[in-house]
Nanobody, 127 residues
Framework: QVQLVESGGGLVQAGGSLRLSCAASGRTFSSYAMGWFRQAPGKEREFVAAINWRRGNTAYADSVKGRFTISRDNAKNTVYLQMNSLKPEDTAVYYC????????????????????WGQGTQVTVSS
């Protein structure tokens, strides 16, 4: 079992940057594939970025590719989402997610693939 706690959200002007962190409890964090999703008001939750644990392979939504970077530090049980060149349309609640993956090779991009979720952190980008 793993518990996730996000932090780092806030209010930023368009063009600015934020770094989200997701701290995971448990001693087996390194065997979990991780992902970030977001949900804007009135919209469905959507995939943002994901990373596996063995080689650090990543995947990104087209809308954030080239602006966002996902990374993880297994020693600190933490996954990060560096968000640059933020746009008003990036405004949403951002959720961290985890799923056990013994192979360590898969990068999961669908919400249904994930078993554990954080409580979310609000990101607001003003124009």
């Amino acid at each position: 079992q793993v518990q996730l706690v996000e932090s780092g959200g806030g209010l930023v002007q368009a063009g600015g940057s934020l770094r989200l962190s997701c701290a995971a409890s448990g001693r087996t964090f390194s065997s979990y594939a991780m992902g970030w999703f977001r949900q804007a008001p009135g919209k469905e939750r959507e995939f943002v970025a994901a990373i596996n644990w063995r080689r650090g392979n990543t995947a990104y939504a087209d809308s954030v590719k080239g602006r966002f970077t996902i990374s993880r530090d297994n020693a600190k049980n933490t996954v990060y989402l560096q968000m640059n060149s933020l746009k008003p349309e990036d405004t949403a609640v951002y959720y961290c997610a985890a799923t056990r993956d013994y192979s360590g090779t898969y990068v999961y991009t669908t919400a249904a693939d994930y078993d554990h979720w954080g409580q979310g952190t609000q990101v607001t980008v003003s124009s």
